[in-house]
């Protein structure tokens, strides 16, 4: 979350004052000014930190395996969960690698969509 709100709020940075002064100016009210400016400056900052976001939502390991291991009958156990348990603790290394390039792969595809998504809005 920390990460997130600092790549925001750099983003929010680079917006110029006197876009907001223009638009006051003009008598656009700070809502206007938000829909109107400052979502669409920031937007390429918000496309990157969704697919950060979600990236790191598909590999996350560690918060899981602390707090419950796997959970009863493996309900809360995740994808990168299984394919550590599969190499190390079953020993099926080519079954825990085919794992990983669908993870590679599913990984790819939402971050091209993203990519491809915010070309075509640019």
Do not use: C, H
């Amino acid at each position: 979350m920390g990460y997130t709100a600092l790549l925001v709020f750099a983003g929010l940075q680079t917006i110029p004052g006197y876009v907001y002064e223009a638009a006051s100016i003009d008598g656009s009210s700070e809502w206007s000014s938000f829909w109107r400016i400052t979502m669409p400056l920031l937007r390429p900052v918000l496309a990157m930190v969704l697919v950060i976001s979600l990236t790191g939502s598909f590999q996350v390991f560690d918060q899981v395996y602390v707090m419950t291991e796997g959970g009863p009958a493996g309900a809360t156990m995740v994808l990168v969960e299984r394919i550590v348990a599969n190499a190390f603790s079953y020993s099926r290394m080519g079954y825990a690698s085919s794992m990983s390039w669908v993870l590679f792969l599913l990984i790819f595809i939402v971050t091209f969509f993203f990519y491809r998504l915010r070309k075509w809005q640019a």
